[in-house]
């Protein structure tokens, strides 16, 4: 059954059973006070806007048994997969890595790392951990999609321009239809959501399609 969604740049066909919400990155550490986006000088409460969207189109998704993924952004202890190009970049507060109120920042099985309560995975969905900002690097998670016969993706969480935009174009090149729900997404800087969603969607779609969670929810039922 194909699910036809008002979109821009023109409407979004969406397959029932085969498009995987995604939600990209809702962890504590970029969502909370003390994590590595207010090491980077961020205001986190910018991104509080997203959760009530994500969370009712979790809901929708449940409910038809439809697939879910969720990504942590989190490298492993030994920071072996975190590069000097990343870790040694700017000159944060503190670095991926050092220690936190909520543990190593950005490291896998920290605190910090934990999707926040409102968004906790369900049983049996997917949880990857990348080590970059694209959901595809080093992941295996192609494979993963492809052997489940996922084909869509729909595209949520934080933040718009870095790890949902990277993801996303990653997904196009690799063949999926994406469609990003605009209040489902936040980011620090609210200029570059905004051009992010310009940029996607601009010349004929040309990374996929934006809409928003109302016109997505109303058009599943
Ligand atoms: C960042 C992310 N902003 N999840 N990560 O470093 O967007």
């Known amino acids: 059954m194909k699910h036809r969604i008002a979109a821009r740049p023109f409407d979004y066909t969406l397959a029932a059973g085969a498009t995987a919400l995604v939600v990209i990155d809702m ?33 929708a998704w449940r409910t038809r048994g439809w697939p879910v993924i969720h990504t942590r952004e989190a490298h492993r202890a030994d920071l072996s997969d975190c590069p000097p190009a990343k870790r040694l970049r700017g000159n944060p507060a503190r670095r991926i890595g050092d220690p936190g109120s909520m543990g190593r920042l950005l490291v896998a099985g920290e605190p910090g790392t934990e999707i926040i309560a409102a968004l906790s995975p369900a049983p049996g969905e997917t949880v990857i951990d990348k080590p970059g900002k694209g959901m595809f690097w080093a992941t295996g998670l192609h494979e993963a999609l492809q052997s489940r016969g996922i084909t869509h993706l729909v ?5 718009t321009e870095v790890c949902v935009q990277t993801s996303m174009r990653e997904a196009n090149d690799r063949g999926y239809e994406c469609l990003i729900v605009a209040d489902a997404t936040e980011s620090y800087f609210p200029e570059f959501k905004a051009a992010a969603l310009e940029m996607l969607t601009a010349q004929g779609a040309i990374v996929g399609w934006s809409t928003d969670s109302k016109t997505l929810l109303a058009a599943l039922y």
């Open 27 to 59: 962890q504590r550490d970029f969502i909370e006070p003390g994590g590595f986006g207010a090491s980077l000088g961020n205001d986190v409460s910018r991104l509080l806007p997203a959760v009530a969207p994500i969370a009712a189109l979790l809901a």
């Open 155 to 159: 595209f949520t969480g934080v933040t």
